[in-house]
């Protein structure tokens, strides 16, 4: 039937499909689809024919090529970064460049004690970031299954031929084929391989036969229910490459029956492998990321700004150019929040050490602070909001009544259904009490079985009845029920079915799936006592009982985790490769509102911008490609949304990769589990609400820190602007600077354990890089105001007015300028009223107390003559009260102005 030599034969499919892989042709995604149309609509024969292959399968020899030609049948991973790779890259930084450079200077300058604090602040920041990193990584690792995976192979053994006496013809063993199990990563296109339930579906195939063959595509489509496939080619071929019915896919799995299939596709050529290509390779910039880079350069325009000038100034004034470039050198440390990568990696390690308490691996820490930023969170429907199990919802009559004798009937049927079963057969086999209320072992015994078939789509079962009679119990698709049923029953009563009542019948049907739920008819007739074997003749003038439906059920915890977010401000919108009837139906039960449902084919046709704008009203996609996720995520970045995903398919891989933050499961495929910044290690979806609620705590301090350091820093340089025009000397040492400097970030290194008001947690915090900048123009000038009052006391009252006794004059700003500072962090970290409606951790008032208490020593201490300070007399520290409790006072009024007139985030 089948020729032993394929190299004769028309190999154009072969031929198509190397030229797939070249990288001349255009339009590979078209090329595809077509190549799928045409393997479709091929018969059995001709299938083989085209891919060179035979129904024994292929030999050692073609293996050998083929691999060589073709690759082996692996699909292509994110590449492993080595450790050092992975420390070089924490280092690709804007801040912590800079850091680096001002720390290069510092030493080149003899500013040792600047060059080892901004050295040691980039150390740590870097060590911590990799260290967490590194370790997550390590863990989403060790989640992938480690076994070797391997297909039911026929391959082909030609034995050398058997030399005989000299003169006569060699003799050839026969041709013998052998059933053998390979490593998957062997296949090539033309191997003839035998699937069976259970089986992982290895590559891309083309059915050549098959029994009852269900295939689960959930991971590739989204959709719950397994679908039906055989071997028949397609006639008609419109559909799209998924939806044929003779075509299997690598990431598939066989639910039940057999199939003999030949391999098309291996490798990154199969449609999960072109997939895979799509993820890998450099990520989006995440709005965290983004965040940071657009405040380091609002630092950075500052800096160039303010220290040429007070470069200038301090060289002009003085005529000592040396001491002003120490002095501009100091200033711009002192605008650098040093500490910024340092507080960031610590706030974002808390984070993820908190979420691994609540078993979530976060492979990628600044997907932390992206998690409290987000407003929209996209989910897959199978498996994320739904339990990726399919139960009996409904057990109805013919008017759609409960009807228990219906699930008597559709349990006899399945329990005695000869073979593997079905998802649908195992969920009606779960109601294990009809099995104990029917005395099957006693009452019942199965006499014959009439097989399913894709032509008839239903299967019956004939069982006798406590010895007495015969019972033909028939169960299949509406459709094909009602064409061999003439009578129901309902209630007991037996009627006919006239054309009125079919459609009745069908209207009910329609009604359920309608509600998402997949509808199987059961019907009966008894049968004579001595008859022993049944054909389908039998199947005739049967009496319909009634319908079982069947759903994939939202997760118990779906509804909950929803509103929670919503009272969290996030909106979260489904998207799903699942047709919209069953999606629409489990919106409805987690409490979603649908007003109306877009479609993959609607999308099509439309532009960017449209799409853009639709998304905002726009809360449930049905019927999407993996392409299609992606550019919704990528549509909602164009609103300036900060967009979170959850999936667990192949077909989410892309849009994961989109978005801010991508979230998947520890049963997720490996390519969404590689695309993914976390991965729930459990199944309860509120863990997302505690990932939110995480994100906003670690934001809110990591802004504080912004705030703190930027408002301070900017009035002390304001004031330093001022104070190098007004007077003869410089109103502060470079060393001092420094030294209150370092003192200051000291004081804020405890930043990360503090407090979050509630309040701050109920709206998503995301970047806002102007209202930084607003809120240190605002309240960085109020600490001036108390510098210039600290300079008018120094100067007049104190008499620290000339050069001689400006040592005197440093060391009063020296103290005020610090514990001004230093009380700001408590005024700035919340918007409450300090110390009566709001109190900070316990570590954060320790170390500010504790900075404060050495500033107020440093004076008086043996360190004062090293870095030109003096002892101040006792009347200042009266003064320093009234500062301080007059520049609490006006900083609370403003921030409370300012918060009223632009917000808090």
């Keep these: ?481 009602l064409n061999v049923t003439d009578r129901m029953e309902t209630e007991g009563k037996i009627t006919s079915l006239n054309d009125e009542i079919r459609r009745t019948i069908q209207k009910v049907g329609n009604d359920l799936n309608e509600d998402g739920l997949r509808v199987i008819a059961v019907a009966y007739k008894e049968m004579p006592n001595d008859q022993a074997e049944y054909t389908i003749r039998e199947e005739s003038e049967l009496i319909l009982l009634g319908f079982i439906a069947f759903l994939d059920p939202p997760k118990e915890t779906a509804a909950q985790a929803i509103k929670a977010l919503r009272a969290s401000g996030v909106v979260v919108k489904v998207l799903t490769g699942d047709n919209e009837i069953v999606t629409r139906k489990i919106c409805k039960e987690v409490g979603l509102d649908i007003d109306r449902i877009l479609l993959g084919q609607e999308i099509e046709k439309m532009t960017d911008d449209e799409l853009s704008d639709l998304t905002e009203s726009i809360f449930v996609f049905a019927k999407l490609t993996p392409a299609q996720k992606q550019r919704i995520i990528l549509a909602m970045h164009q609103k300036n949304h900060v967009v979170g995903f959850l999936g667990d398919g192949i077909n989410d891989s892309p849009a994961l990769r989109a978005a801010d933050v991508g979230i998947s499961v520890d049963n997720a495929v490996d390519i969404a589990k590689e695309s993914a910044d976390i991965i729930l290690l459990e199944k309860n979806l509120l863990v997302l609400v505690d990932g939110v609620l995480e994100g906003r705590k670690v934001f809110g301090n990591i802004t504080k820190y912004i705030k703190m350091s930027a408002s301070s820093n900017f009035g002390n340089v304001f004031s330093i602007v001022g104070s190098s025009l007004i007077f003869p000397f410089l109103p502060m040492l470079p060393v001092q600077l420094l030294t209150q400097n370092l003192l200051y970030d000291l004081s804020q290194t405890t930043i990360p354990w503090d407090q979050v008001d509630e309040e701050y947690l109920l709206q998503p915090r995301r970047w806002e890089i102007g209202e930084i900048g607003r809120f240190m123009l605002f309240i960085g000038p109020i600490s001036s105001i108390f510098d210039y009052a600290t300079f008018a006391l120094m100067w007049f009252w104190f008499g620290a007015n000339t050069p001689a006794h400006q040592s005197l004059f440093q060391s009063g700003w020296f103290v005020e300028g610090l514990l001004s500072q230093t009380l700001i962090v408590h005024m700035i970290r919340t918007r409450k009223i300090p110390f009566i409606q709001s109190r900070a951790s316990n570590p954060l008032i320790f170390t500010t107390i504790a900075v404060m208490a050495l500033g107020l020593y440093i004076p008086f201490s043996a360190l004062a003559g090293k870095i030109g300070l003096v002892p101040l007399p006792p009347s200042y520290f009266i003064f320093l009260i009234v500062i301080l409790f007059a520049y609490a006072l006006l900083t609370q009024k403003v921030k409370t102005w300012f918060i009223a007139r632009y917000g808090y985030n």
Excluded at 176 to 193: H, Q
């Design 1 to 481: 039937m089948f020729s032993q030599n394929p190299k004769r034969q028309d190999q154009s499919l072969f031929n198509a499909l190397w030229n797939l892989r070249r990288p001349r042709v255009r339009n590979v995604e078209y090329r595809y689809s077509e190549f799928y149309r045409s393997a479709a609509q091929e018969n059995s024969d001709g299938i083989l024919q085209s891919l060179g292959t035979r129904i024994e399968g292929l030999t050692m020899d073609e293996i050998e090529a083929r691999l060589a030609q073709f690759g082996t049948n692996e699909i292509v991973r994110e590449k492993q970064v080595n450790w050092h790779s992975q420390l070089l890259a924490t280092f690709k930084n804007p801040l912590v460049i800079l850091l680096i450079i001002l720390a290069a200077i510092s030493f080149i300058t003899d500013d040792i004690p600047g060059g080892v604090l901004m050295s040691a602040m980039v150390m740590l920041g870097v060590f911590l970031t990799f260290f967490q990193e590194f370790r997550s990584t390590r863990a989403a690792e060790k989640l992938r299954a480690m076994v070797t995976t391997t297909a039911t192979v026929f391959r082909q053994l030609v034995p050398k031929s058997i030399d005989t006496d000299e003169g006569e013809s060699p003799v050839s063993r026969p041709i013998s084929t052998l059933k053998i199990e390979v490593p998957i990563a062997e296949l090539v296109p033309g191997d003839i391989i035998q699937l069976s339930a259970g089986d992982i579906i290895p590559a891309d195939v083309r059915l050549i036969s098959s029994k009852d063959l269900f295939v689960s595509q959930s991971a590739l489509t989204g959709e719950a229910l397994p679908v039906e496939k055989n071997f028949q080619k397609e006639e008609q071929n419109t559909r799209s490459a998924l939806e044929q019915r003779n075509l299997a896919f690598m990431g598939s799995s066989v639910v039940s029956g057999t199939a003999l299939s030949t391999v098309m596709k291996t490798g990154s050529d199969t449609y999960f492998g072109s997939l895979a290509k799509s993820v890998i390779g450099q990520r989006v910039l995440t709005s965290f990321d983004k965040g940071i880079n657009r405040f380091t350069w609002l630092m950075l325009r500052f800096m160039m700004i303010l220290v040429p000038l007070v470069f200038l100034i301090n060289g002009f004034a003085k005529g000592n150019w040396l001491e002003a470039f120490m002095f501009a050198i100091a200033v711009a440390v002192g605008l650098t929040p040093e500490m910024l990568p340092m507080i960031v990696t610590v706030n974002l390690a808390r984070g993820a050490l908190a979420m691994s308490r609540k078993k979530v691996v976060v492979k990628r820490l600044n997907s932390i602070q992206n998690f409290g930023a987000m407003d929209i969170l996209c989910t897959d429907k199978t498996g994320t909001l739904t339990q990726d199990k399919v139960i009996l919802e409904k057990y109805v009559d013919p008017h759609g009544n409960d009807s228990d004798e219906v699930l008597k009937y559709a349990f006899l049927n399945s329990f005695y259904q000869t073979g593997l079963k079905n998802l649908l057969d195992r969920a009606v086999l779960e109601h294990v009490e009809v099995k104990g209320s029917l005395k099957i072992e006693t009452d019942y015994r199965k006499i014959d079985e009439i097989p399913f078939d894709f032509s008839r789509r239903r299967m019956s079962v004939v069982v006798e009845e406590q010895r007495q009679r015969h019972v033909l119990i028939c169960k299949g698709a509406l459709e094909e029920i």
